[in-house]
Nanobody, 128 residues
Framework: QVQLVESGGGLVQAGDSLRLSCAAS????????MGWFRQAPGKEREFVAVIRRSADNTYYADSVKGRFAISRDNAKSTTYLQMNSLKPEDTAVYYCAASSRTPFLSTYYARGSLYDYWGQGTQVTVSS
């Protein structure tokens, strides 16, 4: 059974940092592109970042570019999202997701329907 379990969320102040983790079981994450999405109250889910099978290939939403960094440790089956300079508008539930699509084209990155597995989410709240 595949599971993705996010952790590391919490309540922080604007300008602070958090690191989210996504621990995978039941799959080999080196075979998957791993993404992070978020959903704020009353808003649609939005793409945040993705790291392709090759850890050199990362892509970010414009809203987080330069502040967030996605990485992966295949040996630990864990994907990370380092979030710096947090803003109140970053407040959301953050979800990690795994996609087995091959090739994983750039047009796929933000399309949640093309990810096979999802975690349950972790809440991030940034106060002003």
């Amino acid at each position: 059974q595949v599971q993705l379990v996010e952790s590391g969320g919490g309540l922080v102040q604007a300008g602070d940092s958090l690191r989210l983790s996504c621990a995978a079981s039941g799959l080999t994450i080196s075979n998957y592109a791993m993404g992070w999405f978020r959903q704020a109250p009353g808003k649609e889910r939005e793409f945040v970042a993705v790291i392709r099978r090759s850890a050199d290939n990362t892509y970010y939403a414009d809203s987080v570019k330069g502040r967030f960094a996605i990485s992966r440790d295949n040996a630990k089956s864990t994907t990370y999202l380092q979030m710096n300079s947090l803003k109140p508008e970053d407040t959301a539930v953050y979800y990690c997701a795994a996609s087995s699509r091959t090739p994983f084209l750039s047009t796929y990155y933000a399309r949640g329907s093309l990810y096979d597995y999802w975690g349950q989410g972790t809440q991030v709240t940034v106060s002003s």
